[in-house]
């Protein structure tokens, strides 16, 4: 009864189109991977704060700009040569930075 229980389609589908099943060890490892992976991108954005800033100035600059070009405008935004130094004024000062 449990294993009926399992979505048979979590781990998506074959190349033929058939249904990619999973056995229940499969899936819990798979579960454990995802939970490990999650709790390592985590940890990682909290040691690196700079991420958070950076993507919030550039979603900043993409609503107040409305640019119709967006790829274009994400590159020159990501590869300018003061992006360093607007980031880091709008971080947090902390000892050993």
């Known amino acids: 009864r449990e294993r009926e229980r399992e979505s048979p ?3 998506g589908t074959m190349a033929s189109g058939e249904a990619a099943v ?10 454990r991977h995802k939970v490990g992976l999650r709790i390592d991108n985590e940890r990682y954005l909290r040691e690196h704060p700079e991420i958070h800033a950076m993507l919030s ?24 040569g003061d992006l360093k130094e607007k980031i880091e004024a709008r971080l947090p000062t902390t000892s050993g930075r």
């Open 57 to 80: 100035q550039f979603t900043k600059a993409v609503l107040l700009e409305q640019p119709a070009d967006l790829r274009q405008f994400a590159a020159d935004f990501f590869t300018a």
């Open 9 to 11: 389609l979590r781990a």
């Open 22 to 31: 999973l056995t229940a060890e499969q899936q819990e490892k798979l579960d």
